[in-house]
């Protein structure tokens, strides 16, 4: 059996290793940065002392490769899960507050209980995704209801923005009602909103690297890859600059790779090209503070800030579709956060907090119907070469699911053979 070489230790990457170390295969990964993770990593930072998130990221108990993904590498206790389905919402401008909070098992009985429901809501309103369950590859999720109802304003337009990163009104239908069918659409064990308990380092990277080690990986930090080169159809070797590796007849190679690169390094291969930013404000705190609800999470409507977490003493707040606002300073977006979040768990709007600004230009690909008629398949039109990252076309939308199951189908394509 040959070896795997993996480029990129993200959570794509990681996860086709430890699918593949679990068969046997021996794998050596490449990393351009010093440290694994990707767009799914924490670090220290000096501003709030201590270690933060790139961003908040939040996974639904029904994302059931992700969850296979922290079992294999033995973190899943990491995990913060709440004993039920809730997600508190605040509108700041009219000030109404509320709590989705789906029923067991797939009849969604809470709509039919008025204190159940989003303010000013029917139950018909709900039942209008059954467009979304049917829309086309063309459609957008705003082509999928009546853009002023208030079940809009206060549940699909936040919910597109957080899932897809693009407003609803760009953002492609598709990938939303997958991600629905697997969870909320199941009934409330399959839609939990579940944050990892101190990091995302600690829950998603560090546990999966020692994994690896543990099972005799190799892991090459600082290894860019540079070129590959290529003829009669397969990959010959990977080049890195001051190294060479030369791929041998039964080896193969998985680029988990931003799709940028992947465009560079596999000229007339078609990626998504435009991306979509994501900005996230740190606030550290005097001391620890608690959202009004039972999750450490509340949705914003009507105001910037779109989701707010709270870890201890630290705010931690997200705005997707965030290409404008990343445009800004980091001083004006930390007083336009903050205005939002004093708001929102009612603390005083001054002296503002110190604040660390986290902007993730490329977050995404957009997701678009556009960029996702862009996404390619796991295999290449290089024998041995495969890919594998969450704008690769799982189907589902790009978050750490689709991540995790993309680096699957390329160890299942490896294995197979
Ligand atoms: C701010 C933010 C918030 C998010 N929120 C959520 C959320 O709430 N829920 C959710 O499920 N998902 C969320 N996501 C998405 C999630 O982080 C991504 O889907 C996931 O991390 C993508 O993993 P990946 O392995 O596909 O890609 P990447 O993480 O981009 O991995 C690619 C890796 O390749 C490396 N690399 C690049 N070039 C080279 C090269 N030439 N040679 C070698 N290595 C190279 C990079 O350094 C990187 O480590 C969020 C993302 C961001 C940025």
Redesign the pocket.
Known sequence: MGIVHI????????AAAVRLVKVGRRVEI????SH?????RSFFDETVGRVID??????LSG?RA?MAYLTEIGSIDTLLVPPRAAFPFVELPTGRRWVVRPSAGPIPWWILNPAARVPDTTPGDYLAAWRLARAGPEARVADCFDTDRPLFKRFWQPLAV?VLNATAEEAAARPLWLIIAETFAKGEAACRPCIARTGLSQSFVDPAVRFLEAAGAGIHFN????AISLSSGRARSLDFGETRVALGADDHAVL???PA?VAELLPGTTVPEDTRA?V?AHFRLDGPTRPPDEVPFLGLVGSVAQWLFVRGNVVSV?VSAADALAEEAPEKIATMLWADISQALELPLKPEPLARI?K?KR??FAQTPEGIARRPGTRTAWANLLL????TDTGLP??????VR??HAAARVIAGR
């Not at 490449?30 to 940065?33: D, N």
């Not at 594998?388 to 704008?391: K, L, P, S």
Request: glycine fraction near 16%; charged fraction near 15%.
């Open positions: 480029l990129g230790a993200g959570i794509a990457g990681l490449y990393e351009a940065a694994a993770g990707g767009r799914c790139n961003g908040n990221h939040l996974l994302n992700a957080a290894h860019r890859l540079r988990a790779l931003p690169r994501i996230n997200t986290v993730e977050a995404t594998a990252g969450d704008w790009a978050t750490i699911e689709g991540a993309s680096g």
